[in-house]
């Protein structure tokens, strides 16, 4: 298993995580689909963190909102999905027990993504109100 280092992870490390997590019961048959997987993952993640970033610069109050992330997992089950529709292991993405699996696994690392951002704007802006109350929330 891939553990995530909480000190400012890229969209590539999550991306590691969470494949690794989704094919722990039942691996890819095949590297290049893992691969394809881990890509779209990845641009996944990138997506997620440069909006949060953008969020947080426009309007430091975003710390104190739901994340919201239902959509982008969704988004992101359906991407590999895609990924993997011309492979022979199409047929087990498509399941639904694997979808909601996988569902769940990127939603959790998306929300943990999330929390390190605001965490880290947090740590860049000591001054800032609402993110230190973000902070305050989880380490007393």
Partial sequence: MIVV?????T???WAAATTSIIFQNGPPESKDVE???QATLESSYRLLIGMEQELLRQ?????????????LASEAVRACQTAAADSPYSNRLLDDEWSDAAYR???DHMATAVHVERLLFADEH????????YKARFHK
């Fill in 5 to 9: 280092p909480l000190i400012n992870p």
């Fill in 35 to 37: 691969a394809a997987i």
């Fill in 105 to 107: 696994t990127i939603g």
């Fill in 59 to 71: 309007d430091p109050e975003q710390c104190q909102q739901p994340y919201g992330l239902e959509a």
């Fill in 11 to 13: 969209p590539a490390t």
């Fill in 126 to 133: 000591p001054d800032n109100e609402a993110a230190m109350a």
